[in-house]
């Protein structure tokens, strides 16, 4: 505070290297103890629909983690923890597994397939039971959420979206790996990252043709920048730009949209020119 409305006018000249909005005890409670990925988290009880078990799946508290960005391919980024760990509900005794929305929305015919096709065969493997979740343990319950959805043949654009986030969690790996300063098995995370994107670009772009929209909760410009998106990042540069040229044209997509499809255009036209340089020089 300065000049007509600073505090030293009225004694308390202290005041006015104060924020006013900050809670100061809180932070510096923060400051004592910073806060951890458990405390942002919490049991759930769910039951099963394929075998009745209930049990506690880790959930992250609403409205506490704090987003801090959004990647290219729109994957969020949130401070303390990565949210992609907690989006798989697993059954611990049949094994069935499923991103959190769809987990209880099966009918009888795709129960009776997972029962039959998945659970007589599956083979789960036991993870040391903490606070959180491990990515280890986290990529296993994406690996199982797949196998179902393959098996209880669900719609292109749902198996999309669960390589899409398997391919964000991949990432979320990777991150914590280079955090560590530890580079084993980096190569193999990255490289099954891409492959991921490329499976979550190929579904999609089925859905798109057979599905009607909302795909996943996304209307056609948000899958259509998407997809525009995973192009780019699996280096299919041709495709990429039609998609962005077809959401500028759009009369009907959002501002947001629009503005992140003009910024991922500049990308296009930069890697592009790395690319023709790359080539000149060899
Ligand atoms: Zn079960």
Avoid at 11 to 34: A, M, R, T, V, Y
Avoid at 46 to 51: A, L
Avoid at 148 to 161: H, L, S, T
Wanted: proline letters at 2%; a neutral charge.
């Amino acid at each position: 505070m300065s000049g007509l409305f600073d505090f030293g006018s009225i004694g308390l000249s202290d005041l006015d290297e104060e924020d006013i909005f900050e809670d100061k005890k809180q932070k510096e409670k923060e400051k004592l103890e910073p806060p951890k990925e458990e405390d942002f988290l919490l049991d759930k009880e769910v039951e099963c629909p394929v075998c009745g078990n209930k049990s506690n799946q880790k959930i992250l508290k609403t409205g506490k983690v704090k987003l801090i960005s959004t990647d290219r391919d729109l994957r969020p980024k949130y401070s303390i923890l990565d949210s992609g760990k907690y989006e798989v509900y697993q059954c611990g005794v049949c094994g069935y597994a499923a991103l959190a929305k769809s987990f209880s929305h099966i009918s009888a015919k795709q129960t009776e397939m997972i029962r039959e096709g998945f659970c007589t065969r599956v083979k789960l493997r036991s993870f040391v039971q903490g606070a959180t979740y491990s990515y280890e343990e986290a990529l296993e319950r994406y690996k199982l959420a797949l196998a179902c959805a393959m098996v209880r043949k669900a719609k292109a654009g749902e198996k999309a979206y669960i390589c899409l986030k398997t391919a964000w969690l991949l990432r979320g790996y990777a991150e914590f790996k280079k955090e560590q300063g530890d580079t084993g098995l980096l190569a193999e995370i990255e490289k099954a990252e891409q492959d991921y994107l490329g499976e979550a670009y190929r579904g999609f772009s089925k859905a798109v043709t057979v599905e009607s929209f909302p795909i996943c909760g996304m209307d056609e410009s948000t899958i259509d920048y998407l997809l525009a998106a995973l192009a780019f990042e699996t280096g299919n540069l041709e495709a990429s730009s039609r998609l962005v040229y077809k959401i500028v044209q759009n009369k009907n997509a959002g501002s947001r949209v629009k503005e992140r499809a003009i910024n991922l255009k500049d990308e296009i036209l930069a890697e592009t020119r790395r690319r023709r340089n790359e080539k000149s020089e060899n």
